[in-house]
């Protein structure tokens, strides 16, 4: 049993290996340069951006997709708690982002990009009729691509986002 799974894993990295390592170098290249971060929101925040990098590496871009998002959510959270307001302590996170852009933290360009992030988050976490316009079913007929191409190229659209919100508590 135990050679069954070691022969499974070795199989497994052998074929995966070179897609993770072009993952792990994408990363590595648009990572922010910095001796550390700051990261608001404890040690879950710390583990969602871990796991959603590692999410990215392993292929998993569902996950990736919606740790990224919860981090930054978590992060604005984070920050409006630590300001004070006690009344966001549950907010949403298309409410976080208002806030935050009505408080002068985002520009408009970055509430764009994170309400753009939660836009595709939210089609693979909350229920939609079959093909609806912003599943990824339909969006891969529309665009005429494999439901994995835009499940990747959506993951990789919100590490962007996260890798920005790094950029913005480096140290």
């Known amino acids: 049993m135990e050679s069954d799974a070691q022969n499974w894993l070795e199989r497994e990295d052998e074929i995966a290996r070179p897609e993770r390592q072009e993952r792990l170098r994408w990363i590595v290249e648009h990572y922010p340069p910095a001796e550390g971060f700051m990261l608001w929101g404890g040690w879950l925040s710390k583990q ?12 998993q ?4 997709a919606t740790l990224g998002v919860a981090f930054v959510e978590r992060i604005l959270a984070s920050q409006f708690y630590a300001a004070g307001r006690d009344d966001l302590e549950r907010a949403g996170g298309h409410e976080l982002l208002a806030e935050a852009l009505r408080c002068g933290w985002l520009t408009q ?3 764009d990009r994170f309400d753009r992030m939660r836009g595709l988050r939210n089609p693979l976490v909350h229920f939609r009729r079959p093909l609806a316009r912003d599943t990824i079913e339909a969006r ?3 665009s005429d691509a494999h439901p994995d191409q835009i499940v990747e190229a959506d993951a990789r659209e919100v590490l962007e986002g996260v890798l920005r919100v790094l950029k913005k508590v480096a140290v």
């Open 61 to 64: 871009y569902v996950a990736t």
């Open 48 to 59: 969602l951006l871990e796991e959603a990098k590692y999410s990215f590496v392993y292929g």
């Open 140 to 142: 891969a007929m529309v």
């Open 109 to 111: 360009a970055d509430f």
